[in-house]
Antibody
Framework: QVQLVESGGGVVQPGRSLRLSCEVS????????MHWVRQAPGKGLESLAV????????YYADSVKGRFTISRDNSKNMLYLQMNSLRAEDTAVYYC????????????WGQGTLVTVSS | QSVLTQPPSVSGAPGQRVTISCTGS?????????VHWYQQLPGTAPKLLIY???NRPSGVPDRFSGSKSGTSASLAITGLQAEDEADYHC???????????FGGGTKLTVL
């Protein structure tokens, strides 16, 4: 069945870097756009970045532009989020999610990985 | 501050009907972009509940329904059950931001 599994979260100091991974299975990754979405404690969902099909087309939310980089390796069925210059406000659960089409609905979602930015 | 506006909380007794609103603007819902809804049970990831304004994925009970009009959308839940207690999020596309946007989420409490 279609499945997304995130990894790479943890506790990191402000200003440091972290890379999240999302392993997908049950579908052909190159056929879908993939998103990273985060949810700060007690808050709503925030769409961070999307990468389309072959990885040449990417979009970022202003809140992470210039600090985060989304990438994918279709041959390895992997999606990544490189997070640099982390701030306390980046503390959240990070989810990867599959786009049904192009700027459509997100389904399915991974289980999420918690990133805590703290000294 | 979320681009789409939802009430922070709603509540209802078992068996009752509740609605959750999602208000946008002329650059998202009002521009004709579809609205999608997600259910997030406590401690779990969001799950698709309604797509394309009013369509239910396989397995979602017909107690859940969605609608859209103008710059707003609504999620209705009839025959409220204890298991419906969750956070509900709306999502659309915004042409000004060139990206997907979410509402702030609504916590449904079943009394």
């Amino acid at each position: 069945q279609v499945q997304l599994v995130e990894s790479g979260g943890g506790v990191v100091q402000p200003g440091r870097s972290l890379r999240l991974s999302c392993e997908v299975s049950g579908f052909t990754l190159s056929s879908y756009g993939m998103h990273w979405v985060r949810q700060a404690p007690g808050k709503g969902l925030e769409s961070l970045a999307v990468i389309w099909y072959d990885g040449n087309d990417k979009y970022y939310a202003d809140s992470v532009k210039g600090r985060f980089t989304i990438s994918r390796d279709n041959s390895k069925n992997m999606l990544y989020l490189q997070m640099n210059s982390l701030r306390a406000e980046d503390t959240a659960v990070y989810y990867c999610a599959r786009d049904h089409g192009r700027w459509d609905w997100f389904d399915p979602w991974g289980q999420g990985t918690l990133v805590t930015v703290s000294s | 501050q979320s681009v789409l506006t939802q009430p922070p909380s709603v509540s209802g007794a078992p068996g009752q009907r509740v609605t959750i609103s999602c208000t946008g603007s002329s650059s998202n819902i009002g521009a004709g972009y579809d609205v999608h809804w997600y259910q997030q049970l406590p401690g779990t990831a969001p799950k698709l509940l309604i797509y394309g304004n009013s369509n239910r994925p396989s397995g979602v009970p017909d107690r859940f329904s969605g609608s859209k009009s103008g710059t707003s959308a609504s999620l209705a839940i009839t025959g409220l059950q204890a298991e419906d207690e969750a956070d509900y999020h709306c999502q659309s596309y915004d042409s000004s931001l060139s990206g997907s946007v979410f509402g702030g989420g609504t916590k449904l409490t079943v009394l």
